[in-house]
């Protein structure tokens, strides 16, 4: 659907800029030429019909190791039946002649790029006003099919290349003397709890982190005391989504945990004067930090990747917690469950790649891991989760529901199994946990264990 100043409108193109593309791979015997022009251009970049045939050809060749020129280009435009339709021998002939400098070629392949990305643009808008007019279609499903259209775009045009290894060496010995200087011992985001760190260096970028164990084990706590530790100790922006929590009780929580107030107290209300000095201190740390916090019950996977991806461009969130998993909602709720799991573990995990930051999601093991160790096979509902994640992170310790918070003790030692870790050693480590403020440490941090 096309409004009235699109309507008679020529899309973009540069008629020249495809003709000298064309004509510069004609005139060069060096393979590179045509290596360069394949690094920024697909066949449909280019907007005249006769030249995506041309080119379509030219890769032909290039596929199938043979030489490029004016002889064997029109023997394989008239062996696939392509000549007439791509104006015949004379035209073809004619390109060499439509060159400046064949030396200029990335320059015109850089055209032609940019005047399809923006044809695409614009196919795109009218795709999504089309869909707005639709009354039957769900308009956060339109927004979703829009970024991922128009990241699509970005993506299929990244002009990567491959470079020599000593070409990368001045930048990996800068940045070795970099982390030398800051004395930062980790490639990733620490998670504040060395040990766990050491393991991992720290959480990398693009990877997606499963942390699970059963109900009352302590997810939630240990994620939020990652959170609190990356956002307000390492001043990095964090997005958190709790999906079983309202962010009020999550803010409650965390409250309690950095000024070291019993969570009772805090729920209570039953509040001392000294207790007030702490609880400022750690609301005014709180308040500064970059913690992004959405707490939409039921999340749809589309509106979950949406709301990260503002995180992302607006607040350039570095990492992103999910509180979890197995409750956001899958797009099509007629699937079996095990399948919906399945989309929603294969989403996070490419919604990672795509934002190029570490997602970190909770999730429940079976009720079967009662009093033993969870293994992978113990990831509840599906095994896409296992298969999916870079690393997953088991939560283990003796349940204390049972008790009242006087009778527990002050300190409880658990453990964080990594029992995977795609690029790293596996293995187990303790950590604090401290029940009467929700809250866990590092063991260096406590003396009282």
């Given at each position: 659907m096309e409004n009235r100043e699109q309507r008679g409108r020529v899309p973009p193109h540069n008629e020249e800029a495809e003709k000298a593309t064309l004509g510069a791979i004609l005139l060069s015997s060096d393979t590179d030429t045509l290596a360069t022009v394949i690094r920024y251009l697909r066949e449909d970049d280019f907007y005249k019909s006769a030249h995506?045939?041309?080119?379509?050809?030219i890769l032909n060749l290039f596929n199938r190791g043979e030489s490029i020129d004016l002889i064997t280009l029109t023997k394989e435009l008239r062996s696939t039946g392509d000549l007439e339709a791509a104006g015949g021998s004379t035209y073809v002939s004619s390109l060499t002649s439509e060159v400046p400098s064949s030396a200029n070629i990335e320059y015109y392949a850089r055209i032609v790029q940019e005047t399809s990305i923006r044809r695409n643009l614009i196919r795109i808008s009218q795709e999504i006003q089309s869909d707005s007019y639709n009354e039957g279609k769900d308009s956060r499903l339109i927004i979703e099919e829009a970024e991922r259209k128009i990241f699509d775009i970005s993506d299929s045009h990244q002009s990567g290349t491959y470079v020599r290894a000593g070409d990368i060496i001045p930048e990996t010995i800068e940045a070795i003397e970099k982390l030398y200087h800051t004395h930062e011992s980790y490639t990733g985001i620490p998670s504040g709890f060395p040990a766990l760190d050491t393991m991992l260096s720290g959480f990398q970028r693009?990877?997606?982190?499963?942390?699970?164990?059963?109900?009352?084990?302590?997810?939630?706590?240990?994620?939020?005391?990652?959170?609190?530790?990356?956002?307000i100790r390492q001043s990095r922006p964090v997005g958190f989504f709790t999906l079983e929590m309202s962010r009020m009780a999550l803010m409650q929580r965390l409250v309690a945990s950095?000024?070291?107030?019993?969570?009772?107290?805090?729920?209570?209300?039953?509040?001392?004067p000294a207790d007030f000095n702490n609880l400022t201190t750690a609301a005014g740390l709180i308040y500064e930090a970059p913690l992004y916090i959405s707490d939409i019950p039921n999340i749809k996977l589309l509106d979950l990747r949406a709301q990260a991806r503002r995180m992302r461009s607006h607040h350039h969130v570095e990492i992103i917690f999910i509180d979890y998993l197995t409750l956001i909602q899958a797009e099509n709720q007629e699937l079996p469950r095990h399948e919906q799991i399945a989309e929603i573990s294969r989403s996070l995990k490419a919604l990672a790649r795509e934002l190029d930051i570490p997602v970190v999601a909770l999730s429940q093991v079976r009720r079967e891991t009662e009093g033993k160790t969870p293994t992978l096979a113990d990831l509840r509902e599906s095994g896409s989760i296992e298969q999916d994640a870079d690393v997953v992170i088991f939560l283990h310790r003796e349940r204390q529901n049972d008790r009242d918070l006087e009778d527990m003790p002050s300190v409880i030692e658990t453990q964080l199994v990594v029992a995977k870790q795609r690029n790293g050693p596996v293995g187990t480590i303790k950590v604090a946990f401290i029940p009467q403020y929700t809250r866990f440490e590092s063991l260096a941090e406590n003396v009282h264990l």
């Open positions: 995506r045939r041309i080119y379509r050809a693009s990877e997606f982190i499963v942390i699970g164990a059963r109900p009352s084990v302590g997810k939630t706590a240990l994620a939020l005391s990652m959170a609190a530790n990356i956002s950095e000024a070291r107030i019993s969570s009772q107290v805090i729920r209570t209300g039953m509040l001392k």
